[in-house]
C-alpha cells in the first residue's frame, strides 16, 4: 500500500499496531470495484490492525444518493442499494476465501445496520442532525463536504438536492469522529483512498476548533485515525 497522507496518526504508530482498523466500502466509490484494490486495501489492514479487521458497507445511508442523483423512487433505490450491497459483499467474500484460515478468522463484514443500533452512534447522530439544522455555519460545511462528491457538469443539483444528499456525511460523522465497538473492540482507524473535505470537517469535530459547542456534545473519548491510501 501506498500511504500519502496521516490524520491523528503517523505511519510508525500504525506499524506499530495501536489501532483496530475499519475499511468504508462506500457503494459510489469505483475504486472498490476493482478486486486487487479491495484486497490490497484488506492485506494491509490484517497486517497492521491490532486485532481484528472490520470491512463495513454503509449501504443503507447510500440510499439517498440513488433518490437524488438518479431520480429513483424510495422503493428502487431500497432495491438498487440491496443489490450493490450484496454485489460488494459478493466480491469481499471472494478475497476472503483467498486468506488463510487465520486471517479468514479475523475479517468480518458489516453492513450499517451493525452500526446504527449502537446507542453512541445514535447519540452523536442525533446530535449532528441537530447541529445541521440549527447551525448555519455547520450546515454550510456539510454541504461544501456534499457539493465536493458531485460533478456539476454531469448533474444539475438544486440546493434542495444538496441538502437531501447532506444526510449521507452527516450519518457517516458520528463513525468517523468516534468509532464504533464491534465485538468487545473499538474500531479506530480508516483508511481510504482520498482525502475530503469531510475528512477535515472530521479533524475540526474532534479538535474542537470550528465548533466547539458541537465538540462537547459529542464528547469524544478516543480519536479515529483516517490514513490517505492506494493500492500499489
Same mark, same amino acid.
Given at each position: 500500500m501506498r500511504i500519502?497522507?496521516?490524520?491523528?496518526?503517523?505511519i510508525e504508530d500504525v506499524k506499530?499496531?495501536?489501532?483496530?482498523?475499519f475499511?468504508?466500502?462506500?457503494?459510489?466509490?469505483?475504486?472498490f470495484v476493482n478486486k486487487y484494490n479491495t484486497r490490497e486495501f484488506i492485506s494491509w489492514a490484517l497486517e497492521n490492525s491490532k486485532h481484528d479487521v472490520v470491512v463495513l458497507i454503509p449501504d443503507k445511508i447510500h440510499l439517498v444518493n440513488y433518490e437524488v442523483r438518479n431520480g429513483y423512487s424510495r422503493e428502487k433505490a431500497y432495491r438498487a442499494v440491496l443489490r450493490k450491497?450484496?454485489?460488494?459483499?459478493?466480491?469481499?467474500?471472494?478475497?476472503?476465501?483467498?486468506?488463510?484460515?487465520?486471517?479468514?478468522?479475523?475479517v468480518a463484514i458489516l453492513t450499517w445496520k451493525n452500526i446504527e443500533n449502537d446507542?453512541?452512534?445514535?447519540?452523536?447522530?442525533?446530535?449532528?442532525?441537530?447541529?445541521?439544522?440549527?447551525?448555519l455555519e455547520f450546515r454550510t460545511r456539510i454541504i461544501e463536504a456534499t457539493r465536493e462528491s458531485v460533478n456539476p457538469n454531469i448533474l444539475n443539483l438544486s440546493e434542495?438536492?444538496?441538502e437531501k444528499?447532506?444526510?449521507?456525511?452527516?450519518?457517516?460523522?458520528?463513525?468517523?469522529?468516534?468509532?464504533?465497538q464491534y465485538n468487545?473492540?473499538?474500531? /479506530?482507524?480508516?483508511?481510504? &483512498?482520498? @482525502? =475530503? !473535505?469531510?475528512?477535515?470537517?472530521?479533524?475540526?469535530?474532534? /479538535?474542537?476548533?470550528?465548533? &466547539?459547542? @458541537? =465538540? !462537547?456534545?459529542?464528547?469524544?473519548?478516543e480519536k479515529v485515525a483516517i490514513v490517505e491510501a492506494y493500492a500499489k
Open positions: 500519502t497522507n496521516c490524520l491523528n496518526t503517523t506499530a499496531k495501536k489501532f483496530n482498523i475499511i468504508g466500502i462506500s457503494l459510489g466509490n469505483k475504486y450491497s450484496e454485489e460488494t459483499e459478493r466480491l469481499i467474500e471472494e478475497i476472503i476465501i483467498t486468506l488463510s484460515e487465520v486471517e479468514k478468522n479475523r446507542p453512541d452512534y445514535q447519540s452523536r447522530r442525533n446530535i449532528l442532525r441537530r447541529a445541521f439544522k440549527e447551525n434542495n438536492d444538496y444528499l447532506a444526510s449521507y456525511p452527516s450519518d457517516e460523522l458520528p463513525v468517523l469522529v468516534a468509532g464504533f468487545g473492540r473499538k474500531y /479506530n482507524l480508516i483508511p481510504y &483512498p482520498g @482525502i =475530503s !473535505k469531510i475528512d477535515y470537517l472530521t479533524i475540526d469535530l474532534q /479538535n474542537g476548533k470550528s465548533f &466547539p459547542e @458541537i =465538540s !462537547k456534545e459529542l464528547n469524544i473519548q
